[in-house]
T-cell receptor
Framework: KAGVTQTPRYLIKTRGQQVTLSCSPI?????VSWYQQTPGQGLQFLFE???????NKGNFPGRFSGRQFSNSRSEMNVSTLELGDSALYLC?????????????FGPGTRLTVL | GQQVMQIPQYQHVQEGEDFTTYCNSS?????IQWYKQRPGGHPVFLIQ?????EVKKQKRLTFQFGEAKKNSSLHITATQTTDVGTYFC???????????FGEGTQLTVNP
């Protein structure tokens, strides 16, 4: 069974630009969550999607948005990039939303904002 | 909002010593999960605890969920160099709420 895949793996952007990150969950998984990880920080929750609906949202500005498609693939968009947006963005999938499902993480997209 | 705190932030041990990381939530949790992230890698699920006072073991790792379901711990007996990484706890306030991660404990093991 293929794991969670994220593209691209590395990305360099400049301030003010926008970026779209992609996540393909494990086959059969319907829930996708996004996290931001910076050095010394834990995993900061961005949002969770289940069956194309946003189920939960973290405390990030409106520049961060996401969506999920009917095949459960998800995209995350960050507009008007700031230097502080440099981070590892992790996507995690699970079979369903909430309850007792373990999350399977992808390798992440390393975003650098110059 | 819900907060999950983990201590210590860093722990350096000699190979063979024991290691414990503690996780405390500001609210009662419906369940708690533990993940391990190796250097340069991504978090990998270790275990889930659901019941009050639950204790689970995986070889040298022992996981506990507090009676009040507000705290948890991970204890590693006789650490090995393969135990190096950051250990995260993560909990949900209710079954439908988001999974909130602690800041993690970074473990280094000197051979």
């Amino acid at each position: 069974k293929a794991g969670v895949t994220q593209t691209p793996r590395y990305l360099i952007k400049t301030r003010g630009q926008q970026v779209t990150l992609s996540c393909s969950p494990i086959s059969g998984h319907r829930s996708v969550s996004w996290y931001q990880q910076t050095p010394g920080q834990g995993l900061q929750f961005l949002f969770e999607y289940f069956s194309e609906t946003q189920r939960n949202k973290g405390n990030f500005p409106g520049r961060f948005s996401g969506r999920q498609f009917s095949n459960s693939r998800s995209e995350m968009n960050v507009s008007t990039l700031e230097l502080g947006d440099s981070a590892l963005y992790l996507c995690a999938s699970s079979r369903t939303s909430g309850t007792y499902n373990e999350q399977f993480f992808g390798p992440g997209t390393r975003l650098t904002v110059l | 909002g819900q907060q999950v705190m983990q201590i210590p932030q860093y722990q350096h041990v000699q190979e063979g010593e024991d290691f414990t990381t503690y996780c405390n939530s500001s609210t009662t949790l419906s369940n708690i999960q533990w993940y391990k992230q190796r250097p340069g890698g991504h978090p990998v699920f270790l275990i889930q605890l659901v019941k009050s006072g639950e204790v689970k073991k995986q070889k040298r790792l022992t996981f506990q969920f507090g009676e009040a379901k507000k705290n948890s711990s991970l204890h590693i007996t006789a650490t090995q160099t393969t135990d190096v990484g950051t250990y995260f706890c993560a909990g949900r306030k209710t079954s439908g709420s988001r999974l909130t991660f602690g800041e993690g404990t970074q473990l280094t093991v000197n051979p």
